[in-house]
């Protein structure tokens, strides 16, 4: 699994010049290392603001653009709601249907595919597959 890496981002910052590495860049970086739950844009705001209350919106929203851009989160649209994915090794998820939940789902669990050619001579380079159903936390409840 490839996930987000603290090291890997600063080494970007400083090749990249395009931003100053903040203790509140820090800590969105540091809360997308440890989410699992693939947060939207407004989730890693309250919980950095939690540690430091003046992070603005703005750059929340500018650090995860960036990240993407580099290619180090990816983004998942569930609903039509935008979540940020730290894991950028090619998976699948499963979408819980009563909380909204999505969790990776690691491509050997589900196996390789064979594509018959697509209409106007279309090339697979990769594909998601979501499966939906009713999550553990929720058939317990």
């Known amino acids: 699994m490839s996930r987000l890496h603290q090291r890997a981002v600063e080494e970007m910052v400083v090749e990249s010049h395009r931003l100053k590495m903040t203790p509140q860049r820090r800590a969105i970086i540091e809360y997308l290392q440890s989410a699992i739950h693939h947060p939207t844009a407004e989730e890693v705001l309250k919980a950095v603001n939690e540690k430091f209350p003046m992070t603005s919106r703005a750059t929340v929203y500018n650090t ?26 090619d998976h699948h998820h499963f979408v819980c249907r009563k909380c909204g ?31 939906r159903g009713i999550c553990g936390d929720c058939q317990s409840n």
């Open 64 to 89: 995860l653009n960036w990240l993407k851009g580099e290619g180090m989160v990816r983004e998942v649209y569930e609903g039509g709601i935008v979540r940020f994915d730290p894991n950028t090794s």
């Open 101 to 131: 939940r999505v969790e990776d789902v690691e491509s050997e669990m589900i196996g390789s595919y064979q594509f018959d050619p697509l209409l106007g001579n279309h090339t697979v380079e990769n594909f998601e597959i979501i499966l």
